[in-house]
């Protein structure tokens, strides 16, 4: 069974739509929450969870979006959890993501895309020790 880090990004929080996104995570058969936390994110802990994307011209207004309001950090644990929350959120660009994953019901902004979750077993164990060095 695999663990992965799931962020609600800060449109998700201003918008109302943390109950509606958990929602989907609960309701797939045998995944379980197994951590939890409404924070904000300081400078250091971005550079750290986004290092990938330094030099990126969407690195400084990523970083800016993700700094602008607490967003919600979460461990799921479960059956294919990793692939299967990347699933449910769609693609990276919410217009290119079909209706029915989470990006493609909510957003439009490639930046404003709502979730963020780990893309493999090595970012996830390298991400959940970022967010929550306890749980690893
Ligand atoms: P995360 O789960 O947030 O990591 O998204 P992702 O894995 O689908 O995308 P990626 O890791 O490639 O990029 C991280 C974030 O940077 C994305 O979620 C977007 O918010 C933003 N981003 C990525 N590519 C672009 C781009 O071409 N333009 C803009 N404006 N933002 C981008
Ligand atoms: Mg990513």
């Known amino acids: 069974t695999q663990r992965t880090l799931v962020l609600l990004k ?27 936390e409404l924070r904000s994110l300081d400078q250091e802990t971005l550079e750290q969870h986004y290092g990938e994307h330094k030099g990126k011209p969407f690195y400084e207004p990523l970083v800016d979006f993700m700094s602008s309001g607490p967003v919600v950090a ?3 644990e479960g059956e294919r959890v990793i692939e299967g929350v990347r699933a449910l959120a769609g693609p990276t660009d919410p217009i290119a993501a079909a209706p029915g994953s989470i990006r493609g019901d909510f957003g439009t902004i490639v930046r404003e895309n709502l979730i963020h979750a780990s893309d493999s077993e090595e970012s996830a164990e390298r991400e959940l020790k970022i967010f929550f060095p306890g749980v690893v």
């Open 74 to 76: 979460l461990v799921v």
């Open 10 to 36: 800060p449109d998700t929080v201003r918008r109302g739509l943390i109950g509606e996104i958990i929602g989907r995570i609960e309701r797939k058969a045998g995944w379980t929450i197994s951590a939890l």
